[in-house]
């Protein structure tokens, strides 16, 4: 079965540290997507990134970057010099190819509180 | 820019009344999801469709129903809401061709059942 863990469940810091969130992942296809979502305080889940289970490069966007190691089975995130406005909550999801598409299952979610 | 819209952004109903939350997407994906998202339960799949008439019960289908006549537009519907069907309602939408998967989101519905 496929499963998603995001162990942090919230996570507090001071603006301008850094902080990563932790998100592992089970499943048993050998092709299969990972992604992040933004969910800020307005209730509307933002897309941040998709990777493929083929494509193991971290990735960087501005203060934001990805960490993908399929040796463990982690795909973390972590935010550079946050910012308040990074204050959310944040979900991990893996999908995979079904009949009908996509199937995604999301990780319960860490809440980011970054205090002024 | 995929925009993904929900006809209410608040909603409250009383038990037993029908409910219809409406989902439009304007970027012609195939498919079309509705969550629910409660505390400590994270993201549950409702239903889904990856066609126009076409439907998939996904995790908690039980007292809900859909309708998609048009690729745009997908619509939940409660038959007779009860209470434990308060919650927050997310539509999502995504494109079946290559390079898709990625599920973009509408802004979310806060319905409330009395």
């Known amino acids: 079965a496929q499963k998603v863990t995001q162990a942090q469940t919230e996570i507090s810091v001071v603006e301008k540290e850094d902080v990563t969130l932790d998100c592992v992942y089970e499943?048993?296809?050998?092709?299969?997507?990972l992604f992040w979502y933004k969910q800020p305080p307005s209730g509307e889940l933002v897309f941040l990134i998709r990777?493929?289970?083929?494509?193991?490069q971290n990735e960087i966007s501005g203060r934001y970057s990805w960490n993908f190691q399929k040796s463990t089975s982690s795909f973390n995130f972590t935010i550079t010099a946050s910012q308040v406005v990074d204050s959310a909550v944040y979900f991990c999801a893996l999908s995979r190819r079904d009949n009908y598409g996509q199937n995604f299952v999301f990780g319960p979610g860490t809440r980011l509180s970054v205090l002024p | 820019d995929v925009k993904v819209t929900q006809s209410s952004r608040y909603l409250v109903k009383r038990t037993g009344e029908k409910v219809f939350l409406e989902c439009v997407q304007d970027?012609?994906?195939?498919?079309m999801f509705w969550y629910r998202q409660d505390p400590g339960l994270g993201l549950r799949l409702i239903y889904f469709?990856?066609?126009?008439?076409?439907?998939e019960k996904g995790d908690i289908p039980e007292g809900y129903s859909v309708s998609r006549e048009k690729k745009e537009r997908f619509s939940l519907i409660l038959e007779s809401a009860s209470t434990n069907q308060t919650s927050m309602y997310l539509c999502?939408?995504?494109?079946?061709?290559?390079?898709?998967?990625?599920?973009?989101f509408g802004p979310g519905t806060r319905l409330t059942v009395l």
């Open positions: 970027m012609d994906h195939e498919n």
């Open positions: 990777r493929n289970s083929f494509d193991e």
């Open positions: 499943t048993r296809d050998t092709t299969y997507y």
């Open positions: 999502a939408s995504s494109s079946r061709l290559a390079g898709g998967d990625t599920q973009y």
């Open positions: 469709s990856y066609d126009v008439k076409m439907k």
